[in-house]
């Protein structure tokens, strides 16, 4: 069963700083990893997906890579500003079906 | 496009009462999936459908049907509510099972 971890579970830093946030999974067998990002009492936006072939995708200040061999995927925000403050969710998709398993997310906060 | 839109946003229920969360998308997707979430726990998936007349059941299936007549509709009935099923609620659809998804604006559910 495929197990979701993201490190650290919060995260404060003052605006401006370069950040990575990290995803772990226990199976490789994954087609894609979508990054999202969660507001306080809304839904989920979707912010990037990285397929299982590729290493790396961009989004304007976000980049996301993936190591599918060793089941690990990082969000790096570069420049964080306030407006990026929220819960940030991994979810890599495998299995038959090709369903999204989620992690716990990482509580963004970035600090005027 | 409207995208995926979920109906109502916020619903009181008491024990033993059955209701339906209505989802819908206008984007002709194939893939479209029910999760809950709650708090520490994450986001679990209940149900999923591939496409009109087909459904399999998720991670935490207990207690919720679905049925998916048309590609736009994936409604999600609570048959006997319970105070386990206090959560918050998405609906999400797809292009297929492995492509990026897309998520609806959450029905926040209170079972008293």
């Known amino acids: 069963k495929q197990e979701v971890t993201q490190i650290p579970a919060a995260l404060s830093v003052p605006e401006g700083e370069n950040l990575v946030l990290n995803c772990s999974f226990t199976?490789?067998?994954?087609?894609?990893l979508q990054w999202f990002r969660q507001d306080p009492g809304k839904g989920l936006t979707s912010l990037l997906l990285?397929?299982?072939?590729?290493r790396e995708q961009t989004s304007g200040r976000l980049n996301a890579s993936l190591d599918k061999s060793s089941g690990r995927s990082t969000l790096y925000i570069a420049a964080s500003q306030p407006g990026d403050s929220a819960t940030y969710l991994c979810a890599p998709r495998g299995g038959s079906q090709g369903n999204l398993i989620f992690g716990k997310g990482t509580k963004l906060s970035v600090k005027p | 496009n409207a995208g995926v839109t979920q109906t109502p946003k916020f619903q009181v229920l008491k024990t033993g009462q059955s209701m339906t969360l209505q989802c819908a998308q206008d984007m002709n997707h194939e893939y479209m999936s029910w999760y809950r979430q709650d708090p520490g726990m994450g986001l679990r998936l209940i149900h999923y459908s591939v496409g009109a007349g087909i459904t399999d059941q998720g991670e935490v299936p207990n207690g919720y049907n679905v049925s998916r007549s048309t590609t736009e509709d994936f409604p999600l009935r609570l048959l006997s509510a319970a105070p386990s099923q206090t959560s918050v609620y998405f609906c999400?659809?797809?292009?297929?099972?492995?492509?990026?998804?897309?998520f609806g604006p959450g029905t926040r559910l209170t079972v008293t």
């Open positions: 999400a659809s797809s292009p297929s099972g492995r492509s990026e998804q897309y």
């Open positions: 199976d490789s067998a994954i087609y894609n």
């Open positions: 990285i397929q299982s072939s590729q």
